[in-house]
């Protein structure tokens, strides 16, 4: 039986018909995918860019069920998340990423640091630590120390936080000799309570000889030595930070006269407090200097001098603290009218937040941020 060509000739058209309309098919499927993808993304951009993250996240989920496989809209979806508070959602998105076999080496690393911020957002520091400590070595390394560093001072974790320190200010994160001091000052904080003040002393004088011109170490060493009944030793300390660090000497005015009076070096102390006071009026230099004259000069002197130079309410109650009115009844009721409303001007402010506290912090209680309280009150800002 001989084969009939016809049939085959008559095939081929059929065949390319049948190729071409699937083709069509495929293609119309394809476009209107790459339709849906890109309109769920751009709007959510748009309610993004129009602050309203609600439908911007009902959009990227949009988005993300009709491309699961792309990563930006889930690093997008997973952003928006850890934004409004939502860090558990955010960690499942961030999660599932890292579990893609897809996923390149640097969005790897992307996700990695995605999911260290979110566990660090959350408060969950542990488990931030351990997720920013796998980023060593990768484009976020500067970025992830950081991060533990911050871990590890809200921790008190002294000893890893200098650490890290080291590793900072061997890059190009600049000198972080400063906040090193201040670690060994809290450790020193923490042996002196414990009752090792031999430990306390060695960490004081190490935390000078790494910032020999911070204003902490010498003023917690002179303190120290003063409790030890060191007098000598903590007047020469005391010496030495008016020389290295003058603007801090309103911290340790009370410190030094006490001091001067108890070694015998009065006329020495008197002479760095008005040398001081000469730079740089203050109402704390002012009251060192009228306990070192102990009456040689009247105090009312000394803040009628100050509240010339400034506008002091303080310096105002304090002499009229030493003068005598009339009437002793007036002078009671206003007495207590000036000492309520100087309050809140003895206080200290933190530059950064605006915490105020009747005492000077080197760390701030709100904001956690290093030296950020001036070394003057709040009424001589």
Known sequence: MEFDFTWVLLGFPIAFTLGWLASRL?????????????????????????EQQDQAIDAFIEAVQNDPDTSELHFALGNLFRRRGEYERAVRVHEHLM?????????????????????????????????????EGTP??????????????????WANATEIANRLGSSSQGSFNARQ????????????????????????????????????????????????????????????????A????????????????????????????????????SIDLIDAIVKLQQGAVPARHWYVTHMERETSLVAASKWIAGEKLEDEHHHTLVQRAMDQATKPLMRYRCAACGFEATQHFWHCPGCQAWDSYPVRRIEEL
């Open 246 to 281: 003058p603007q801090a000497l309103p911290l340790a005015a009370s410190l030094m006269a006490n001091v001067g009076l108890s070694c015998g070096k009065q006329a020495d102390a008197l002479a760095l407090l008005e040398s001081g006071y000469a730079l740089a009026p």
């Open 99 to 135: 579990s893609r076999g897809d996923l390149t080496q640097p969005e790897r690393e992307r996700a990695q640091h995605a999911l260290a911020l979110d566990f660090l957002k959350a408060g969950l520091l542990d488990r931030a630590e351990a997720a920013l400590r796998k980023l």
């Open 26 to 50: 495929d293609l119309r499927q394809l476009r209107i995918e790459n339709r849906q993808a890109p309109k769920a993304y751009f709007k959510g951009l748009n309610f993004l860019l129009n």
């Open 181 to 244: 001091a201040h670690y060994l000052c809290e450790q020193a904080s923490a042996s002196a309570a414990a009752g090792d003040t031999r430990m306390a002393l060695n960490l004081l004088k190490q935390a000078v000889s790494v910032a020999p011109a911070s204003a902490r170490p010498l003023l917690d060493l002179a303190k120290l030595q003063n409790q030890l009944g060191e007098v000598q030793e903590a007047f020469q300390t005391l010496r030495t930070l008016a020389d290295k």
């Open 140 to 157: 976020f390394e500067e970025e992830a120390r950081l991060a533990l560093l911050s871990i590890y001072e809200r921790s008190r974790d």
